[in-house]
């Protein structure tokens, strides 16, 4: 299985090594998985002779022009983590130059694959447009304000749509490489995840914190400040849309282009992100936590919580 790891320059040295790692650990693994015969060449690549890490770490890498097609090509994250500085990198000539070599791997047929920023990467290609996508939690506004055509799931880690397939924040890095390593062998991806001590995770829900999804919508802001201030009362949209100053119809819409949400489901992340805020930091039970973050009894609030970010409240609870 030929491998593609498509450096850019400033590329995050976790993601970077977190993939390269992985695929070591599964070769390492292959025998005693009872698959001897997988064994995944791992190449790192570049479109420009030199690359260093977004730490400054010299990066050796094998010109990407002069290779043949790979199986798999992966795309760690830019170091760049916030809206101001991802998009200027973003406009970098060796950004371009990535694009139109995952065109041609993509048209030939190579499964093209990205994490957390280097998802923005693959979309500013347009080969995202129409799949779906999972990208950083916290720059989902971001992403689908540049990429509309794209349809964003950033609750999940990992995302697989035709010929691509992404993952979600930092160190969902290994999720995507243990994904990969999955196709070709469930066992050994298995064995890779036991020694690497981390257990599957299929949703970055119980990571995402509403008031730290990075827009700059007004309009937004104004919601979420009147949510905050009811959340243990009943939800109403008119009054929602009577408060912020706008129709119905224009908060909704608002809400689903900036945040993929509708109103009342966003005021619901809100009564969750509370509710565990306030599993974590009292020792009020469970029904007087319902109360507060305005459900009538703790049978709700816990259905509410094991579908939402799939976590029980004695998990969450332990994890304080």
């Not at 590329?11 to 992985?22: A, C, E, Y």
């Not at 720059?139 to 880690?157: D, K, Q, T």
């Not at 509708?262 to 319902?290: G, M, W």
Request: net charge neutral.
């Amino acid at each position: 299985m030929r491998i593609y790891i498509l450096a850019l320059n400033e590329v995050f040295d976790t993601g970077l090594s977190t993939v390269l790692d992985t695929f070591s650990i599964a070769n390492d693994l292959a025998e005693s998985a009872g698959v001897p015969s997988i064994h995944f060449e791992i190449t790192v690549v570049g479109v420009r002779h030199r690359v260093h890490t977004s730490q400054g770490l010299s990066v050796p890498v094998v010109a990407a022009a002069q290779l043949v097609r790979p199986d798999i090509v992966l795309i760690p994250a830019l170091g760049a983590k916030m809206p101001e500085t991802l998009q200027v990198a973003l406009e970098r000539r060796d950004v371009a130059d990535a694009g139109e070599l995952l065109r041609q791997w993509a048209d030939s047929g190579s499964l093209v694959s990205a994490a957390c920023t280097g998802t923005f990467v693959l979309a500013n290609t347009s080969l995202l447009d129409g799949h779906s996508a999972t990208t950083s939690w916290w720059l989902a506004p971001l992403f689908r304000e540049r990429y509309p055509h794209v349809i964003l799931e950033e609750s999940r880690m990992v995302v697989a749509s035709s010929h691509f397939v992404t993952a979600g924040a930092a160190l969902a890095h290994i999720d995507l490489a243990l994904w990969l390593v999955r196709r070709s062998s469930p066992v050994l991806a298995a064995l890779t995840a036991r020694f690497l001590v981390i257990d599957p995770r299929p949703s970055q829900a119980v990571f995402m914190i509403p008031d730290q999804l990075i827009h700059t919508d007004p309009l937004v802001e104004r919601f979420e400040q009147w949510a905050r201030h009811r959340l243990a009362d009943g939800f109403s949209l008119s009054a929602a849309a009577s408060a912020t100053g706008t129709s119905e119809r224009t908060l909704a819409r608002r809400l689903k282009t900036v945040l993929g949400k509708t109103p009342l489901s966003y005021f619901q992340d809100l009564r969750v992100e509370r509710a565990v805020h306030l599993l974590q930091t009292s020792s009020d039970n469970i029904d007087l936590i319902a109360t507060q973050v305005g459900y009538a009894n703790g049978v709700t609030l816990r259905t509410l919580l094991r579908r939402r970010i799939g976590r029980s409240v004695s998990e969450l609870r332990a994890g304080n």
